[in-house]
């Protein structure tokens, strides 16, 4: 019979499955809608869920395709990040959960939040850039919190190899 956490590390799985996929499909509308709106310049007025970048289409081809790339960017790491947690998810063993692969796995979960945050502060920085050029262009900025996570998980991550070496001094010493 499984615990109660093993049934939450489940349903976290499939929650992460769900995330992967959602973000791929996002990934996959934007770059869809970007190559309709190249021939068709007013298919940028909804780029995805209300997306209106239809200004920038018109103030200049190589900005707008670049505030495209940092958008598919931003969700293809985030894609990333979640395909990484379902590897934890699938590893992790309630028996004995620190084993140097998770506490890697959590380390790289943290690098990839950080170069998150570092592309969507590219794309706050040129979006910024922009609304002062282009007059009545919408604010569409990404909001910041992934230093603050990707610092959180490094934290765990770390507590993780503590852990690993902890239990393999343990296993030595009996």
Known sequence: MKTKTEKLLAVMNV???????????KAGAILITYGVSLANP???????RGLNLYGIRQFNIWHYTLIVFFLV???????????????ILSKIKMASPFTTEV?????KISYFML?????????????????????GLQSNLI??????LAGVVFVFAQIFKKG???????????
């Open 115 to 135: 170069a998150t945050w570092a592309m969507a502060m590219l794309y706050n920085a040129h979006m910024s850039w922009l609304l002062k050029k282009i007059p």
């Open 15 to 25: 929650l992460a499955w769900l995330t992967f996929a959602g973000l791929l499909v």
């Open 42 to 48: 007013g298919g940028a007025k909804n780029l995805y």
């Open 103 to 107: 506490s890697k796995v959590m380390e």
């Open 143 to 148: 909001p910041g919190e992934f230093i603050f």
């Open 164 to 174: 690993v070496e902890i239990q393999s001094e343990n296993e030595l010493t009996v």
């Open 73 to 87: 960017a931003v969700v293809l790491l985030e894609a990333y990040i979640a395909y990484l947690v379902i590897r």
